[in-house]
């Protein structure tokens, strides 16, 4: 999984090669004093034309060095079987254990949200960590007030399911849901172990 070590790492990189961000103030160096143009209000703002272009090529320079980084870094995490994506977002596991309630505290301090699949594709990469690890996993799904409903944690519906034949099937006993390791989902109590999978 990225951890928050790993994450304010890269955004220490980050704001270490761009302090101007880190101040929210937009990117650029302001070259020496007598070498700027005047604007309409005749305020030299020293911009110096053909300037701009040398410092967009060591933004790109910079941009490409920590894309390549980046991408090893994911490589590593890959080759772990730590992360895994489906369209924008990135799947992760620590590999380890928890109840529901702990699931949900462990990937909101890791930057994320448990893992809660929208459709085939992230039931799918949900499925990868659930079978490598060959755990069950709990999903960011719940019972709603109405027994044998479940919602996103939002309170919004599900727009896709993948119930296991004859399930839900708690009726109110069983709020939580988890993937088996055919994909499939069943109600159940959020008091076991389940493998923490996130989003990011
Ligand atoms: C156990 C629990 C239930 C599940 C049934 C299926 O009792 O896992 O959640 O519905 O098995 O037989
Ligand atoms: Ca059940």
Known sequence: ??????????????????????????????????????????????????????VDNKMEDVMHQLEHRISRLEGVLHLEKMITTSGGKIFATNGKRADFRTTLKKCKEAGGSIATPRNAGENDAILYFVKSFNTY???????????????LLDGTQLNYTNWHLNEPSGKGEEECVEMYTDGTWNDRRCNQNRLVVCQF
Do not use: N, T
């Open 137 to 151: 996993a709990y999903l960011g799904i719940e019972e709603s007030l109405i027994p044998s409903k479940f919602q």
């Open 1 to 54: 999984m990225l951890s928050p070590r790993l994450f304010h790492k890269i955004l220490g990189v980050a704001f270490f090669l761009f302090p101007c961000c880190a101040q929210g103030k937009p990117a650029g160096i302001r070259p020496p004093p007598g070498f700027g143009h005047l604007p309409e209000d005749g305020i030299d703002e020293g911009f110096i034309p053909g300037f701009l272009p040398l």
